[in-house]
């Protein structure tokens, strides 16, 4: 019988196409079917159709589509290059679930790319032929296997909206593009609205860990930065960042989260990457500053790209032209911003940065979350150089740097979809990647600078310092005013301290250990 599509688009070129993920995580295992390998790649349903499960794809022919008249095509997805139009595919990556109805009917729900940013659910469906009953059940478990390797199914989501965010569009956003997705894929869903600032830490100090394997923030990186901390003030701290995996939905202004581990800043996109996700340890930055300790998942600024981030406020009328017209500003009248800064670096010149980066690129993805996982009662990590109002660690020496243009440490390479400033940075190699640039250099260079970050040659420019480093201390001098950034949010403007904690968070990526941007 030919399959009844409940697809109604047009099929635009699949481009979400993404290796299925390898093998099960410590914390919580996907159920595989040890006899998989036994079961037949094809699946007979009908006299005309079959099912096949190919290298990479989950293959259709059905002879009835050779009766289709424009473009209602029976599945809605990729003819095959060289092929009959009878013969369809759908990247396993695609997939979100299978199951084989009591009343003989395989059905298969995927996500169904309607342009290059935007996928929506559909869903296939075939009448079993009635000989391969035998094996339909292993059948459709092997293609749930294929489909999802070591991602866990069917995952546990404590889904957190900040209806304030992306304009006031997040929840449109959410129920248009993102919940669609997740229920598709079988996942448990608990929907919790934000309503004040800082609401998010009380509902990450308060969550349940074991009932939830992730936190999906449907916001920009405020959310993710808030639950961070919030994890961080529970009893068992280290536990909880180990355990829960936290995710960004891009419904924000700011998605560095989402580009950097979903590779993608569409909302559809983000949710089909979290529900393929694989847990990947993410280095956490505690950040001392006066009593208080807080946690960094994003990065660090003084300097120019605190003062645009922060100081454009009254330009927002602009859009994004704002940080380009404030860098301007800023670079033409060559404005220094003086500090003392003292720094632990690991590595100190551009090419042992790119070792470091090649060296991990060139390992192939991690079957498993090898972390142990803490003990309950288990808190933050001591810190092993004391906090900004301690005397300065054996062997660290302030450093005047009296023409200091910006400082800048990142935890993550996007940091938003046209800048990519630290393209070395990895997400569990225990370093920020700190950039710092002189402010007096000549106009024409600052402007040129300002350029290569979206031409990707940032990195290679001979004026900008590039290190690896874990830990640092910078002290503002000759400035009673000013702004620091820290992910983002506005801090005092006084010195502070950073040390990095080589995984302690734990978050979903689409590699399980490199970001989704182009490496050095």
């Known amino acids: 019988m030919a399959g009844r599509d409940e697809d109604p688009f047009k099929d635009p070129s699949l481009d979400t196409q993404h290796p299925a993920p390898q093998s099960p995580t410590h914390v919580a295992e996907s159920r595989t079917w040890d006899g998989a390998n036994d079961v037949p790649d094809t699946l007979a349903v009908g006299r005309n159709a079959s099912l096949t499960l190919g290298t990479d794809s989950l293959i259709v022919l059905d002879e009835a589509l050779l009766e289709s008249r424009g473009p209602a095509l029976c599945c809605g997805v990729n003819v095959i290059p060289g092929q009959k139009k009878t013969t369809r595919s759908i990247p396993f990556y695609n997939i979100l679930w299978a199951e ?117 923030c449907c916001s920009g990186d405020g959310v993710p930065h808030e639950v961070w901390n919030g994890l961080a003030k529970k009893a068992d701290a280290a536990r909880a960042l180990a355990k829960v995996a936290i995710t960004q939905m891009p419904c924000g202004s700011g998605n560095a989260a989402s580009l950097n581990f979903n590779g993608t800043d569409s909302p559809s996109l983000a949710a089909l990457a979290v529900v393929k996700g694989l847990r990947t340890p993410l280095d956490l930055t505690s950040i001392t500053q ?16 605190a003062e645009v981030d922060l100081g454009t406020e009254d330009l927002r009328w ?54 142990p996982l803490p003990a309950p009662g288990t808190g933050l990590p001591e810190l092993k150089y004391g906090t900004s109002m301690d005397p300065l660690p054996e062997g660290w020496e302030l450093i005047p740097h009296d023409k200091l243009g910006n400082f800048y440490a990142g935890n993550l390479a996007y940091m938003s979809p046209d800048a990519n400033f630290f393209p070395a940075s990895l997400p569990n ?5 700190l950039i710092r640039i002189d402010g007096n250099i000549p106009r024409l260079t600052a402007i040129n600078t300002m350029f290569s970050i979206e031409k990707g040659t940032f990195f290679d420019l001979p004026h900008v310092r590039y290190d690896k480093v874990s830990a640092y201390r910078i002290v503002p001098k000759n400035q009673t005013e000013g702004y620091i950034s820290i992910d983002g949010e506005r801090v005092p403007f006084e010195g502070f301290q950073a040390e990095v904690h080589r995984g302690l968070g734990t978050v979903l990526s689409k590699s399980g250990h490199l970001y989704e941007a182009k490496g050095v």
């Open 100 to 216: 084989l109805k009591e009343e003989g009917d395989v059905i298969i729900q995927y996500a169904h790319a309607v342009s290059k940013k935007e996928v929506r659910p559909a869903i296939i469906s075939y009448e079993l032929d009635k000989t391969q009953t035998p094996h339909a059940h292993a059948w459709v478990e092997k293609l749930v296997s294929r489909a999802y390797g070591a991602s866990l199914r069917r995952k546990r989501i404590k889904v957190l909206l900040n209806p304030f965010g992306g304009q006031g569009k997040a929840r449109k956003m959410y129920y248009k593009s993102i919940a669609p997705i997740l229920e598709g894929a079988q996942c448990e869903l608990d929907f919790e609205e934000t309503k004040y600032n800082g609401h998010a830490i009380e509902i990450g100090q308060n969550l349940d860990i074991d009932a939830y394997d992730v936190v999906a």
């Open 290 to 305: 006066g009593d208080q300790r807080t946690l960094s998942f994003c990065s660090q600024s003084v300097g120019i790209v």
């Open 318 to 371: 602009m859009g994004s032209a704002r940080f380009t017209y404030g860098f301007f500003v800023r670079l033409i009248g060559q404005i220094v911003y003086p500090a003392d800064i003292a720094v632990k670096i690991e590595h100190d010149n551009k090419v042992d940065v790119c070792k470091v980066y090649r060296d991990e690129a060139s390992k192939p993805p991690p079957t498993s979350d090898s972390r």
């Open 429 to 433: 190699d225990g370093c920020l990647d």
